[in-house]
Structures are given as C-alpha cells and as structure tokens.
C-alpha cells in the first residue's frame, strides 16, 4: 500500500502543469473519492476534469486516494460525523439481526441504514470537502517548494 501511494505521488510531482492547477485537480479528487458517490468516483472525476478543464492524471490520482483499504474507515468516520451533527443516534445498525438469512437479512439490514442514510450523506460531504480543502494547501505548498528548490539549482549546460 504504501509504494503504491509513493509511486503516485511521484507521478503528481512530476505533472507538467503549474502548482495551483495540480494541487486544485488533485484536491478535486480527493473531494470526490470521500464523496459519497460509491461506484462512480471515477466517471465523476473524469467528467469535472473536462468540465473543469483540469489535469486528468491529478484528478484521477485524487480520486483513487479512497481505496478498498481505506473506504471502510472514512465512510464510517463520515457516518458518524453525520449522526453527531445530525443529532442520530448510530444504534440502528445494532438492532439488526446479523444472523438472519436470505431476504430477511436484507430487509433487516435496510431497516437498520435507512436512519443513517442522510447522516452518511451529508457527513461524508462535509468529510470530502475537508479533505479537499486541506489536500490542496498541503499539496500547492510542496510543489511551490518543489518548484522554487528545482529553480534555484544550476541547469546543465
């Protein structure tokens, strides 16, 4: 997990583009990858890039941030945000019966996440935009600093 995170972030310092417009189409993906649009993080990024007009390699490597490894945690983490602005309580998910079978189970499970349905909706949102926010001033300052380092030293001749 982690050389694969390093190698994408080699591919992002290396985007010829300048720092603000990779640092806002990488935040943008980042924004979408926490979004609470399961299963279509990637049609959405690449339809806000050529919206956007923003680099697609930036946006994509934002949007895969959110993995399979990593979705379980923030879309809980959102959840819970959700409930704790919301005032909804996370306990419905304790009154299903986990060892039913078949369709009751899926009934059950329904019953259980449809009070968290709005609380999942809004506190991933408010989780994504954060995240965006932050991914964009973390990330415009190192390749402003990537880029003053690589300005400051003597080119070949």
């Not at 809004?122 to 995240?131: E, R």
């Amino acid at each position: 997990m982690l050389g694969w995170l390093v190698r994408r972030l080699r591919v992002l310092l290396q985007v010829d583009d300048s720092p603000a417009h990779v640092a806002l189409a990488f935040a943008v993906g980042v924004f979408v990858s926490f979004s609470p649009f399961l299963g279509v993080h990637t049609a959405i990024s690449l339809a806000l890039a050529f919206l956007l007009r923003l680099n697609r390699v930036a946006i994509l490597i934002g949007t895969w941030v959110n993995n399979p490894w990593t979705i379980a945690p923030v879309y809980t983490a959102g959840t819970l945000l959700g409930c704790a602005l919301l005032g909804v309580s996370p306990a419905s998910l304790g009154a299903v019966d986990w060892s039913l079978h078949g369709r009751a189970f899926y009934e059950a499970l329904l019953d259980g996440f449809r009070p968290l349905l709005v609380p999942f909706l809004v506190g991933n949102l408010l989780l994504a935009a954060g995240a965006g926010v932050v991914t964009y001033f973390v990330l415009l300052r190192v390749l402003r600093r990537r880029r003053d380092a690589a300005g400051s030293e003597p080119r070949p001749s």
